[in-house]
Nanobody, 121 residues
Framework: LQLVESGGGLVQPGGSLRLSCATSRFTLRFYAIGWFRQAPGKEREGVSCSSSSTGSTVYADSVKGRFTISRDNAKNAVYLQMNSLKPEDTAIYYC???????????????WGQGTQVTVSS
């Protein structure tokens, strides 16, 4: 594990959380950073990705308009701002680094340990 996620927690439906992804091992701005999530009994799925070269971002349809990925190169960190959270967003969220944004999670070389997000009233 090379990355560290933080910012998860328990939030009510409609609430917001901001997840952080950081590392002291390498410089994140040279990598595409993806956010993934895995709910109990389900496959790990891609949520969003930020390209290193073009600055472009991609989002899963399920989170478009609600989640925003961003970078702070000075802090060597990537964030996932999650608004209008729904119970179905409940999962462990992981960040991962790769040379570019891939749809296949196996292409990501570095992963964090994950942070739990629970959306419940």
């Amino acid at each position: 594990l090379q990355l560290v996620e933080s910012g998860g927690g328990l939030v009510q439906p409609g609430g917001s959380l901001r997840l952080s992804c950081a590392t002291s091992r390498f410089t994140l701005r040279f990598y595409a950073i993806g956010w993934f999530r895995q709910a109990p009994g389900k496959e790990r799925e891609g949520v969003s990705c930020s390209s290193s070269s073009t600055g472009s971002t991609v989002y899963a349809d399920s989170v478009k308009g609600r989640f925003t990925i961003s970078r702070d190169n000075a802090k060597n960190a990537v964030y996932l701002q999650m608004n209008s959270l729904k119970p179905e967003d409940t999962a462990i969220y992981y960040c991962a680094a790769a040379l570019k944004c891939y749809s296949d999670r196996d292409e990501y070389n570095y992963w964090g340990q994950g942070t739990q997000v629970t959306v419940s009233s």
